[in-house]
C-alpha cells in the first residue's frame, strides 16, 4: 500500500509539471482552449441527474420540488358551505319574517334538523347548509324582530336572492379526483398548505444535495485565530460556500481546511466520497502553481470535463466526474467535483454560474439556470477584451414617469480578490468581450443571485399599468411609456425562450433604438418579450401589442433563415395586413455589404392597423447595422402610418390642388426635366 501511495503522488507531481513545462504556450493559445461559459454551464447541467426521489414528511417539504403528482382524495369543501354569515333559506319564499329553527355552524353537520319552506337556519361563514335550504342571505340583509312567543327567534329577510346565492358547492373549491400540485413544482407555503388540505401527511419529493467544501491551502487558519502569523490569512471561502449552499436548503459537510499536500488533498476527497456527498467543492488548487494539485486530482480521479473557461472573474474553474463505490460496494454513486478559484470572488461567482444550476438540477428542477432581467446601467462600464465577465452590481426598480425600469448600479472596483465587491451585490451583469466602453443607459442582461433592493417600490410598480416580469416567462419589464413612438422588440429564439442560454440580440436592439431616439422622432423601446420557434405565439405577441397595446413598431429577431425551425416571416405575414418590401430590400443591401449569406434572409415586413411591423436578423452586429440602414426612412414611416400627409416627398402637392395636366404632357415633361418629377409624390 505504501508503495501504491508514492506512485500516485509521483503522479501528480508528474501531471503538474507537464502543465507548468506548456503553460507559455497555453498563454499564447489560451483563448483559443478556453470554453465559454454558456457551453461550461451546458456541460455541467448534462451530466448532473435528479437525485433518486425520498419520501418526506409535511414538515420538511418547503422548497422541494415534487416528485409526483398529487390527487385530491376528497372534495373541498366536503359539503355545501355557506360563503358569509347570515341565514340560509328557501329562495322561493322571498323577503319577510321568518322563524329561525335552528344553528348552523362551521364544525357542525347539519343534518341534525329538517328544514322546511317558511322557516330560515342561521348559518356562519364556512358552516353546512341544512338539507333543503338553497340560498343564503348575508347578515347585513335582515332585521332581528321580537317574537310573542318565548325562546323563539325571528327575522326579516329585507331582500330577494337567488338560487345559489352565498352558497359554496360541494367540490367548489378542489374537486375529488382532482389533480392539485403536478410533478416538478415546487413547494411553497401556499404548496403545503394545499398539502395539508387534502391530507398529504408525508410527500414524494427529490432531495436537495449533501455538499463537502474543502479549502485548500498552506497560507489559510480558522476564522477565529486572533492573531495572524506572516504569510497566514483567515479562510473565508469555506465559511461563505458553506452559507452559500445552506441558501439553497442543502445539507453541508464541513471538511475543513487541507495543506497543499497531494496525500492530504487526496484523503479529504476519499473522505468526502465515502460518506455519500453529491458535490463535493475544493476552494484554490486549481490554478498553475507549483502546488496546485486539485486539477491533477481531479483529472486523475474522475472524468474531466473543463478546467478552464472564458470568464472573468473565474478562469481556473474545475469540473470533473466522480464514479466510486458505495459503502456496500453494490453499486456505483456519480459526485460532482467543482474546483473553484482561491480568490473569494472567483470562488463566489463560479458558485452562481456553475454550482447553483447543478445544486437546482439534482433537486428537481425544470428550469436550474438562476433568473435573468434587463436592467440600464447606471454608469459607464468597461469590457474585457477577450472574456465575458460577470460585473457584480446592484440592481433596483425605479419608477421613473419618464423611464421606469431596472437600473443597475456596480459595486466598485471589481478586482477577483476583493469580496467587498459582493457585498450588497444582488445581480451578475454579464458584459460580452468587446474591449469597448459601454455606456451609461445601455441595456444590459443581469443574472439574479439575490433578493431584489427597493421591494416597496417594485410592489407598487407591479400593480401599475406598466407590466414587469423576469425573462424565465418570456416577458421582460417594461422601459418606457408616454413617447412620441413606442417600440417593441420581440426575440425569437428556442434557445433564449427556455432559458438555455443568454439573449444577446434583444439587448442589443434595446440599445440600439433608444440610442437612436432623436433620429427615431422620439421613440423609445415600450416592451421586450421573448418566444420559442412557435407561429402561434410569435403571431399571439404580434397580434396583442397591434392591436391592444397598439405599439408603433415592432422589431422580431431570428428565425428567418432555412431551417425547419425558421418560422418568424410565416407567422408576420400571417398577421400583416399590407407588404412593405422596400424596407427589406434596404436592410438586404447593407446586409451584402458583410456578408453574400444575407441572400438566404426570408424577411418579412409589413402593416398591421396602426403597427409597423419588420423582421431582422437574431444576430446582434446584423441588428445593429440593419436599424442603421433605415434610420433615415423609419422615423418617416411611422408618422404615415398615424396619417400625417406632411411626412411625404418635400415637393408633394396634395392631389385637390395639383394643375391637371394630360398623359402626353405629363410624359414629355418627366422625360424633358432636369430632376423628374410629378404633381403629386410620393
Not at 335550504?133 to 310573542?148: C, F, H, I, P
Not at 327567534?153 to 389533480?179: A, M, N, S, T, W
Not at 431616439?517 to 420559442?532: H, N, Q
Request: aromatic residues 4%; contains cysteine; charged residues 25%.
Amino acid at each position: 500500500m505504501g508503495q501504491i501511495s508514492v506512485d500516485r503522488h509521483r503522479l501528480l507531481v508528474i501531471l503538474f509539471k507537464l502543465n507548468s513545462r506548456y503553460l507559455v504556450v497555453l498563454n499564447v493559445v489560451e483563448a483559443e482552449k478556453m470554453m465559454s461559459c454558456d457551453e461550461a454551464v451546458e456541460i455541467v447541467l448534462r451530466v448532473a441527474q435528479k437525485l433518486p426521489p425520498v419520501t418526506v414528511p409535511l414538515s420538511e417539504v418547503l422548497g422541494k420540488v415534487l416528485a409526483e403528482d398529487v390527487i385530491a382524495s376528497d372534495p373541498l369543501p366536503p359539503y355545501p358551505a355557506s360563503v358569509k354569515d347570515g341565514y340560509a333559506v328557501l329562495s322561493s319564499d322571498g323577503p319577510g319574517e321568518y322563524r329561525v329553527i335552528a344553528e348552523s355552524r362551521a364544525g357542525n353537520n347539519g343534518d341534525d334538523f329538517t328544514f322546511t319552506p317558511g322557516t330560515v337556519a342561521y348559518v356562519t361563514t364556512g358552516g353546512p347548509i341544512p338539507h333543503g335550504a338553497d340560498a343564503v342571505v348575508q347578515v347585513e340583509d335582515t332585521v332581528l324582530v321580537e317574537s310573542a312567543d318565548v325562546g323563539t327567534k325571528c327575522v326579516r329577510i329585507l331582500k330577494h336572492v337567488d338560487q345559489g346565492h352565498d352558497i359554496r358547492p360541494e367540490g367548489f373549491d378542489i374537486r375529488k379526483g382532482d389533480i392539485i400540485l403536478k410533478t416538478g413544482e415546487r413547494i411553497s407555503a401556499a404548496e403545503v398548505g394545499l398539502l395539508a388540505t387534502v391530507g398529504m401527511s408525508t410527500v414524494k419529493v427529490y432531495p436537495t444535495p449533501r455538499i463537502a467544501v474543502i479549502s485548500t491551502g498552506d497560507e489559510l487558519v480558522e476564522p477565529d485565530i486572533s492573531h495572524l502569523d506572516p504569510g497566514k490569512i483567515r479562510d473565508s471561502n469555506r465559511a461563505m460556500l458553506l452559507a452559500a449552499a445552506q441558501q439553497q436548503l442543502c445539507e453541508v459537510v464541513d471538511l475543513g481546511i487541507v495543506k497543499d499536500d497531494v496525500d492530504g488533498i487526496e484523503k479529504a476527497l476519499d473522505k468526502a466520497l465515502s460518506s455519500g456527498i453529491d458535490i463535493i467543492l475544493f476552494s484554490g488548487g486549481v490554478s498553475m502553481g507549483d502546488r496546485d494539485y486539485v486539477k491533477p486530482l481531479l483529472r486523475m480521479r474522475g472524468n474531466l470535463y473543463f478546467d478552464k473557461v472564458c470568464m472573468k472573474p473565474g478562469k481556473p474553474v474545475t469540473f470533473s466526474e466522480i464514479i466510486s463505490k458505495t459503502s456496500d460496494y453494490r453499486a456505483t454513486k456519480k459526485t460532482l467535483a467543482f474546483g473553484l478559484p482561491g480568490n473569494p470572488v472567483s470562488c463566489l461567482v463560479c458558485f452562481y454560474i456553475f454550482v447553483v444550476p447543478a445544486i437546482r438540477l439534482l433537486s428537481g428542477w425544470s428550469q436550474p439556470r438562476l433568473p435573468r432581467v434587463q436592467a440600464r446601467l447606471r454608469h459607464s462600464i468597461k469590457a474585457d477584451q477577450t472574456r465575458q465577465e460577470f460585473h457584480r452590481a446592484c440592481i433596483r426598480w425605479e419608477n421613473d414617469t419618464e423611464n421606469p425600469g431596472f437600473v443597475a448600479e456596480s459595486t466598485g472596483h471589481q478586482m477577483s480578490s476583493r469580496l467587498l465587491s459582493m457585498k450588497s451585490a444582488n445581480a451578475l451583469l454579464e458584459i460580452p468581450p468587446t474591449g469597448s466602453l459601454i455606456p451609461a443607459g445601455t441595456s444590459a442582461t443581469a443574472i439574479i443571485i439575490s433578493d431584489l433592493i427597493g421591494s416597496e417600490t417594485l410592489t407598487s410598480s407591479f400593480s401599475s399599468p406598466i407590466s414587469v416580469t423576469v425573462q424565465q416567462t418570456g416577458m421582460r419589464n417594461v422601459i418606457s411609456e408616454g413617447h412620441d413612438s413606442r417600440v417593441a422588440i420581440l426575440t425569437v429564439s428556442d434557445t433564449v425562450a427556455s432559458g438555455a442560454g443568454p439573449d444577446r440580440s434583444g439587448p442589443r436592439a434595446v440599445s440600439v433604438v433608444n440610442s437612436a431616439s432623436e433620429k427615431l422622432g422620439g421613440a423609445r423601446v415600450s416592451a421586450t418579450a421573448v418566444v420559442p420557434d412557435e407561429i402561434p405565439k410569435i403571431k399571439q405577441v404580434l397580434e396583442k401589442w397591434s392591436d391592444v397595446d397598439k405599439m408603433d413598431l415592432i422589431l422580431t429577431l431570428g428565425g428567418t433563415g432555412f431551417t425547419p425551425r425558421d418560422v418568424t416571416p410565416e407567422a408576420t405575414k400571417e398577421v400583416i395586413h399590407k407588404e412593405a418590401p422596400g424596407l427589406l430590400h434596404i436592410m438586404m443591401q447593407e446586409s451584402m455589404k458583410v456578408t453574400p449569406f444575407a441572400v438566404l434572409s426570408r424577411a418579412a415586413a409589413g402593416i398591421r392597423g396602426s403597427t409597423l411591423i419588420i423582421n431582422m436578423p437574431g444576430n446582434p452586429n446584423a441588428v445593429a447595422e440593419c436599424m442603421e440602414a433605415l434610420l433615415p426612412t423609419l422615423k418617416h414611416a411611422l408618422r404615415q402610418i398615424k396619417g400625417d400627409k406632411r411626412e411625404k416627398h418635400p415637393r408633394h402637392v396634395p392631389h385637390a390642388e395639383a394643375v391637371p395636366t394630360d398623359t402626353w404632357e405629363r410624359s414629355f415633361k418627366n422625360a424633358s426635366a432636369q430632376e423628374s418629377g410629378c404633381s403629386c409624390s410620393h
